[in-house]
């Protein structure tokens, strides 16, 4: 009894965090701004720990993606421009390798000369909190640590740019 008892205990617990993740997906489709997820993972090179808090005051680009997913190789190469022309701005691209191998993600980073912050999650922890389904999933969030938009799957360049714009905020 005891053991039933638990997995009904864990099932719950799973129920109810990867619930959490959709319903942000949901606020933000119904133009709500909810807090984003607490993000610290380590940097893909180095020991270094990177935060989202740590970014506080800048617009954020999450951008979740892995060396394998084919859209990624696409998106690549215009948030590396994106962050280029907008890093001026308070802008910040944080690329957020999961469920791959390190070698394959650092591998991929040089192939398309990657600059911006990339953390590695290789067990994809991160997921449920986000409420993400697949890559590539790509998340916008204000200055004030709020998010303003998601795109699942890959997006356009003028989603992109107009997610930037409205993380941003005015000029």
Known sequence: MAVVASLLVLLAIEVLSDSKGRNLVSAVRKGESPPAPALELPALDGDERISLASFRGKAVVVNFWASWCEPCKEETPMLQKAYERYRAEG???????????????????????????LVHDGPGTTREAWGLTGFPETWWIDRQGRLVAYVQGQFSAEELERNIERALGPA
Do not use: H, I, K, S
């Not at 191998?101 to 990657?114: E, K, S």
């Open 91 to 117: 802008l910040v691209v944080l690329g957020v390798n999961a469920q791959d191998f390190r070698v394959d993600a650092r591998r991929f980073a040089g192939r398309y000369d990657v600059t911006y912050p």
